[in-house]
C-alpha cells in the first residue's frame, strides 16, 4: 500500500525537493527499502542511521512496526542518548 | 508491544525507597571499579600521546623504549585492524592515530611493562618525529574560507554545496513558514550565542585489564556504559570475532555518556597480544581531559517573533557544534530540541556538523540539547522582559502537548510539559521574594530518551527467592529499581532479590546504558521476564491442581485458583512452587529480549535565582528548583538524585567549566585544579518535584529521567544571571571574567 | 631501582611494604596491599577520593608519598566499620541515597568521618566547606549535605 513519509527538510536535496514522499510499503523495513530504491541519494543517510515517528510513536531502529495509510509518517535522524 | 500486564496504581513496591543492593560494597570500599582489578603476571600499560594539535606523524622510533628492563610490547597503529570504516574507522583513529595526530592529546603509540613506573618512563622514550600542521579549535574560525582542512573526505551527501570541508553533515527541519510567521509578530529578537565545550567530568578515569592471546580468544574488564558496544567495538578494533571476547562491567564511577565508547581497551587488548600477559591500563585525569569525550562547543543564532500577548509566531535557529577531528557532533540534536516545547505554526532550525583539532566529542547527558535550549530560553526570556509577559505564562500559553506537531515533525503523544509548567508557577519558590542583586530565570528543557536493544533474565532459586541478571551497567542506582519492578511483578519482598550486571556472555546484547534507558528498558524487560516467570509458576500450579493453566492466576506472591468455577483450592506461595520445582518439570527462568520502542519523551522546568557580585563578577547559585515528569517515579530517592546531579552539571557548564585551548591549539587546563567543576560550597541544597505523567509505552509509565535535568539549567541560570546583572549573557560558562565584560561593556554603552 | 622498606600501621594492623621513592601512598595502597578503596581521581590533590587519614589528619593519599608513611598511622575507608557493623555516616549514606555511582564514596565518607571528629555539630555551610575537597559529579551534593549532618544529629544524640 501507498505511504505518505514526511522526510526532514534537509533531505529535500537528496529527493528532487521533496518533503514528503510516496512510497509502497507495509512495515517500517520496506519503507527503508521502498525509499532507498525510490530515492537511491537517501542510501547513505538511511545507512547512518534513521528513526521513524508513527502518530507520534518514535521507533528508534524497528524494522517490523506495521504501517497503515491512516497514520502520520515521519522519517527522523536516528536517536542516541548520554 | 502488548502491554497486558500496564498499571498506573495500587503499587506495593513501585514508589517506596529501599536501600539499594549494592550500598554495602559502596560505602565499605568493597565494590570494583575499573582501575580495581589485577591478575597475575598483569603488566601495565601506558600511552604516548601527541603533544600538538594538528601533525603528520613522520616516524616513531620504539627502539629505546623496546630496551629498558621490563618493557615488554609496544605498540602502534600497524598492530590494530586495517581497512575499518564508518564508525569502527573512527573510533579507531581516534583511540591510535594513523597518519595524523588531529588534536592535544592524540594518542600515537602504547607501551606495556612489568610496573606503571617502567611504563610511563618508557613511554617518554618514544621519540616521534612531527610535521607540524596549522590547526583550528574554533567552530566559526573552523568553518571560514581559510581554515585549515582536517579531511576533505568526511563530509557526506547532506552538506550543502560551497561549505569548508571542515563542515562534514547539515540538519534542516521544521514547517510552515517563518517568514510569514515573523511578519505577524509585534516583536522578533535576534541574537547570537556560544558555550565552550565542557567535560562529562566522571570522577572515575577510564580503566580497563585486558586479556588476549594468539588464539583469538579474550577477556576484557572495564568501566563502560555498555560492554556490549565496548565488545563489538574491540574484537572490530584488534581484528577478532565478536563473541570471542568476553567483557565484564565493572562498577562504573560515572559516565553521563562519556563511557558509551572506547579508548585505552583496544589498545590494553593489542599489548596484551604482543606480550601474551594480561595488561591494565588508567588514565589518568590529564588523559582523561585531553584525549576523551568533551562535548561539543558551539555558535548558535536564535530569532523569534512574538505578539504582545505571548504567542509565539515563529522560531529560527542556526545551531553550529564543532565535534572534534571526526563527525559526529550532535548538531541535529540540538536542532530537533531546540524549540520541542513550543507549539509552532512556523519554525525552522538549522545545524552544521563541524570538524576541527580536538578530542572526539562524547555524548553527554542529553547530548547537544542544553545549547540549544540555552539559546532559545534566552531569547524567549528576552521577550518577556520586552514585552512586560510573565515568563510562566508564556510558556504555559506555548507549550506544546498532547497532539501538538513538534518543531521536529512527528505529534506528541502524552507528554508532562504543562504539569511541570504549572507545578512551577505554584511552588513557593517563583513567588518567593528576591533580595538586591538577585535575579530569578526560569527554562524548560526536552529530551527525547531511548529503547534499544534489551535482554533479562531472572531465576528463582529452590527457597523462594530471584537472581535478576540485567545487562545495563549501573550508574545511579538502577539496580534497586530492577528488584522494585520485579517484586511488583512476582508479589514477594524487595529484599528477596539479587540483582547482577550480567557479563556479556551471560546474556544477550544489551544497548548501552544511555538515552535515559535503563530504568525504561531494562525495567520493562524485568517486568516482562517476571512475568514470564509467573506464568511458569502458574502452570505448575495448574498442574497440582489438574485444571487449566489459563484457571490460575497470580497475586500477591501466590498462585491462585481464578474463580469458583476453577475450584476451591488454597493458594500456593512462591516458595512452595520453587521448593521443589527440579522434579516438577525442572529450574523456573523468565526471560525477555527485544528492543522496547515507547520510550516516550520528557520534559522539565527549572526554576533558580541568581546573585552577581558587581566587584568580582563571580555569582552564587542561592536557590534552585527543577520539576521534571518522571511517568512513574520506581525508585524516587534515585529520581531526585537524577534531577540534582542534572542540576548540579548544567550549574558547572554554566558559571565555570571549560576547555581553554591556546594559541597553540594544546589544552591548557587539563587537571581538575583549573577545569573546576562545582564544589560542595558552591552549591545551594536542590529541591525536586516530581511530576508523574505516565508514558503510554511502559508497563508502569516509566520514562527515562536521567538526562532532561541538563537541558533547563544552562538558560535558566542564564537568565538569572541577566536578571541579576541588568546585562544579557550570551556566552557560556558565565565566568567572573565575562560577566565583568558583560557589565563593563554595558557601561560603555549606557 | 632500589626499594625502600616501610613500617606502618594501616586501619590498626601492623603492615610493612618495599615501595619504590617514586610511588604515592595511594600507589601503594591500591597496587601492593590491594586496599583498592581509596580511588584515584585526578592525582594532583583535587577530588579528594583518594582520602585517608594519617595519624588522624585528613590527607589525599596521591599527595603523599608511600615512604612518608613510617611510623604512621593510617586509616582508610576500610577501617571504617567496625566488624560487621557498618560506621553510622556508612548507613546514613546508603538511606539516604547519598551515594549515585559510588566512587567519590569512600572518599567522602573518610573526609565526613574526621570532620565529625572535630566537630560534632557542624553548620551546613561548614559541612559544605570540609567537603569542598571531595568531588561528587553525580548526586550535586544535596543528598551527601543531608546524610553527614543527620549522622551528626544522630551520633550526638547517641552520646
Sequence with gaps: ?82 | MALDDRKDTDFKFVGTRPDRPDGHDKVTGKARFGADAHAPGMLHGAIVRSPHAHARILRIDTTKAEALDGVKAVVTRADFAHGLSGEFGFVLENVMAGDKALYDGHAVAAIAASSALIARDAAKLVKVDYEILPHVTDVDAAMAESAPILNSSYADASVPEGLHPNVVRYHESGHGDVDAGFAKADLIIEDSFKTEATHQGYIEPHACLATLGSDGKGELWCTTQGHWIAQKTCAALVGIDTSQLRVTASEIGGGFGGKTTVFVEPVALALSRKANRPVKIVMNRSEVFRATGPTSSTSMDVKIGMTKDGTITAAQGTFRLQGGAFPGAPMEFSAMCAFAPYALDNVQQIGYDVISNRPKQAAYRAPGAPMASFAVESVIDELCKKLGLDPIEVRLKNASREGTKASYGPRFQRIGLVETLEAAKSHPHYSAPLKPGQGRGVSCGFWFNHGGETSVSLALSEDGTCQISVGTPDIGGSRASMALMAAEVLGIDYENFRVTVADTATLGYNDVSHGSRVTYASGLATIKAAKDAVNKLCKRAAAKWGIPEDAVYWEDGCAKPSGANAGNFDPIPLAEITKNMGSTGGPISGHFEATPEGAGVSFGTHIVDAEVDPETGKTAVVRYTVIQDAGKAIHPTYVEGQFQGGAAQGIGWALNEEYIYGEDGRLQNSIFLDYRVPVASDLPMIDTVIVEVPNPGHPYGVRGVGETGIVPPLAAIANAVSAAAGVRLRHLPMSPPRILRALKAQTRED | MKNTHVTTTINGDPVEYLCDTRETMLDVLRDRLNLTGAKEGCGTGDCGACSITVDDRLVCSCLMLGVEAEGKKITTVEGMAEGENLHPLQKKFIEYAALQCGICTPGILVAAKSLLEKNPNPTEEEVRFWLAGNLCRCTGYDKIIRAVMDTAADMRGAS
Design chain 1, 1 to 82: 500500500m501507498k505511504i505518505e513519509v514526511h522526510l526532514w527538510s534537509g533531505l529535500r536535496t537528496l529527493t528532487d525537493g521533496l518533503e514528503k514522499v510516496e512510497v509502497e510499503a507495509s512495515n517500517t523495513g520496506e519503507l527503508l527499502d521502498a525509499l532507498a530504491k525510490d530515492y537511491p541519494a537517501l542510501v547513505p543517510v538511511i545507512e547512518a542511521g534513521v528513526s521513524i515517528a508513527i502518530d507520534g510513536r518514535i521507533i528508534a531502529t524497528g524494522l517490523m512496526e506495521p504501517l497503515r495509510p491512516d497514520q502520520e509518517i515521519y522519517l527522523m535522524q536516528r536517536l542516541k542518548g548520554g
